[in-house]
């Protein structure tokens, strides 16, 4: 029995440094940097081979106008736009992670890789997204699939900075350790995606009148929120920072002011 304790503790322990063993960050770079740009053509080609309207029809329909038969492909365009910019700043995203990240693990390969499987459902969530608009029945449960696909690209993104923080020393840059320079921006930058798919998701069971035309200009304005987050971080940091200071200050002045007291003014 001791001996069977023994063993299964060894591999344990074997098991959880196979996953802290380092891996080629310039592979999980390239690596994930080909699948970004495969997910962003897949869009491209999705948009560009049905939503082209037929000459013949611009002729009868329309009466020769392009940008009239233009018009009613308008949700698509505003579903590709809208996925093609969630895409975009995921990618932003997974960049400035790795830009802090000095050693990665299998373990943050292996959470990477899931994010991945993830975005490769991007252009799916566009093709949901796109032809089940404009009030059909299920228009809301397209909009969900879609928030829990983005839920999931983006969470397995935060898993990584947060397995990263529990070896922070080797594996993250200084700045974007606790109490670094970048940590707190990080921590808003990597959530920012969760908690917007997951309001959204819940915003979409309260509220029967929610769109898809509403859920893609939020796509589409959420790089907006990003860099009013941005802004908002710097200067909460700078007014903490600020009244921290202004604490110090009058505690120093108070000791000079102790300092400079005799004993008799000090006892009264």
Not at 53 to 58: I, L, S, T, Y
Not at 129 to 135: D, G, H, I, P, V
Request: hydrophobic share 50%.
């Amino acid at each position: 029995g001791q001996r069977g304790e023994e063993e299964e503790h060894h591999s344990l322990e074997t098991f959880t440094f196979y996953l802290s063993e380092p891996l080629s960050k310039e592979r999980v770079e390239a690596f994930s940097d080909g699948v970004y740009a495969i997910v962003a053509t897949l869009l491209i080609l999705d948009i560009c081979e049905d939503n082209v309207p037929d000459p013949r029809e611009v002729e009868e329909k329309f009466h020769g106008s392009l940008l009239e038969a233009l018009s009613e492909y308008g949700p698509n365009y505003l579903a590709y736009f809208g996925s093609f910019v969630t895409i975009g700043l995921l990618w932003f995203v997974h960049h400035s992670l790795f830009l802090y990240v000095t050693k990665a693990t299998r373990l943050m390969g292996l959470l990477n890789i899931l994010s991945l499987a993830f975005i490769g459902g991007l252009p799916l969530a566009y093709q949901l997204t796109s032809e089940f608009a404009e009030k059909s029945h299920n228009e809301i449960e397209a909009i969900q699939v879609s928030c829990v696909i983005t839920f999931f690209a983006s969470i397995f993104q935060f898993a990584i900075w947060t397995t990263a923080l529990l070896n922070e020393e080797e594996t993250l840059h200084a700045f974007a350790r606790y109490g670094g320079k970048e940590h707190a921006f990080m921590f808003a930058k990597l959530a920012l995606y969760p908690c917007v798919s997951l309001g959204v998701f819940f915003l979409t069971c309260l509220l029967s009148e929610f769109s898809t035309a509403i859920f893609h200009l939020m796509q589409i304005v959420i790089p907006f929120a990003f860099l009013a987050l941005r802004i908002f971080v710097r200067i909460s940091l700078t007014a903490i920072k600020s009244v921290m200071s202004l604490s110090r200050r009058k505690v120093v002045l108070l000791e000079e002011e102790e300092a400079c007291l005799s004993p008799n003014e000090m006892l009264s």
